[in-house]
């Protein structure tokens, strides 16, 4: 499985940005994806996930009401809808796919975006 992901740049606070991830390759082993987040100095972390099909999703407190991730399965490809940005969310953001059993539930990466919010 391959991903890449796009949409990312520089925005005001309060401003929004729609993040894309395309994934291909063998998406018929993807479980459930996720958008993660890493901020300089700092570790990597889930923010946001979605169950394959778009049956479930879950957030992080920091973003709940803010963001909102979603997917496409046609196009194969996952969205994450940022609303309200604050500087604190400035991060490079990272679209993860988490396989099923029969490729042993390994996770894919893609490179990431840099999302910049200035104040």
């Known amino acids: 499985v391959q991903l890449v992901e796009s949409g990312g740049g520089l925005v005001q606070a309060g401003g929004s940005l729609r993040l894309s991830c395309a994934a291909s390759g063998s998406t018929f082993s993807i479980n459930a994806m996720g958008w993660y987040c890493q901020a300089p100095g700092k570790q990597r972390e889930l923010f946001a996930s979605?169950?394959?099909?778009?049956?479930?999703?879950n957030y992080a407190d920091s973003v709940k009401g803010r963001f909102t991730i979603s997917g496409d399965n046609a196009k194969g490809t996952m969205y994450l809808q940022m609303n309200s940005l604050k500087p604190e969310d400035t991060a490079v953001y990272y679209c993860?796919?988490?396989?099923?059993?029969?490729?042993?539930?390994?996770?894919?990466w893609g490179k990431g975006t840099l999302v910049t919010v200035s104040s």
């Open positions: 993860n796919a988490e396989g099923g059993p029969e490729v042993y539930g390994m996770n894919y």
């Open positions: 979605i169950t394959s099909g778009g049956g479930s999703t």
